[in-house]
């Protein structure tokens, strides 16, 4: 399977706690998004990435949040100091360059307690 | 900044019967449109996209969108829908080569037997 990767698909943690999940795009795509989507919403917009190369964070998320590409490969987002209000889908995305459609992982869902 | 609305949050449809489901967007230039679908449990899958040329473009599933600049709709379309099209579908607006994509709320299309 070559599409995009997401791991864990489900955590459960208690407030307080940090979260990291991976994100593994398709290969040759140079663009990698992170989108959170909670119940009955569209996916909202956190950042994305170019190579390595953060290119936006959305100003709705707090310093809380980082988010990383090494190497302009596999992705990592971590939320630090978790709150009940980030229980979502962490979803992930790649696209082959700039403009084109976003090829969708199938999600991280998290559930803070 | 660009946006998308939809105005349309839930949409009931008896089975065989036609379907419209309506897009608004907002850019001053020409937006790379999408629209993708959602079921139960799933990731997001491409359905359509516009990036020029033909304002009407034809998807997978029997789908169909119309681009119109003048009333910066992007309204998709299907002439007679299946139970197996169920599902909530978003609509997402790219700006320029250099930017996010940006998605809408989406519509839940409920099909009646």
């Known amino acids: 399977d070559t599409g995009v990767s997401q791991n864990p698909r489900h955590k459960i943690t208690k407030r307080g706690q940090n979260v990291t999940f991976r994100c593994d795009p398709i290969?040759?795509?140079?663009?990698l998004y992170w989108y959170r989507q909670t119940l009955g919403q569209g996916p909202e917009f956190l950042t994305y990435?170019?190579?390595?190369?953060?290119?936006?964070k959305s100003r709705l998320l707090s310093d809380r949040f980082s988010a990383e590409r090494p190497k302009g490969s596999f992705s990592t987002l971590e939320i630090q100091r978790t709150e009940q209000g980030d229980s979502a889908m962490y979803l992930c995305?790649?696209?082959?360059?700039?403009?084109?459609?976003?090829?969708f992982g199938e999600g991280s869902r998290l559930t803070v307690l | 900044a660009q946006s998308v609305t939809q105005p349309d949050i839930h949409i009931t449809v008896s089975e065989g019967a036609s379907l419209e489901l309506r897009c608004n967007y907002s850019?001053?230039?020409?937006?790379?449109l999408f629209w993708y679908v959602q079921s139960p449990g799933q990731g997001l899958q491409l359905l359509l996209k516009?990036?020029?040329?033909?304002?009407l473009v034809q998807g997978i599933k029997g789908f169909e969108a119309e681009f119109k600049r003048s009333q910066s709709s992007f309204n998709l379309r299907k002439p007679s829908v299946h139970w197996s099209d169920a599902a909530e579908y978003f609509c997402?607006?790219?700006?320029?080569?250099?930017?996010?994509?940006?998605f809408g709320k989406g519509t839940r299309l409920h099909i009646l037997p």
């Open positions: 997402a607006v790219g700006a320029n080569r250099d930017d996010k994509i940006i």
């Open positions: 850019y001053g230039a020409t937006p790379y």
């Open positions: 290969s040759e795509h140079n663009r």
């Open positions: 990435f170019q190579n390595e190369a953060q290119l936006e």
């Open positions: 516009y990036f020029s040329g033909d304002t």
């Open positions: 995305a790649s696209s082959p360059w700039a403009g084109r459609e976003l090829f």
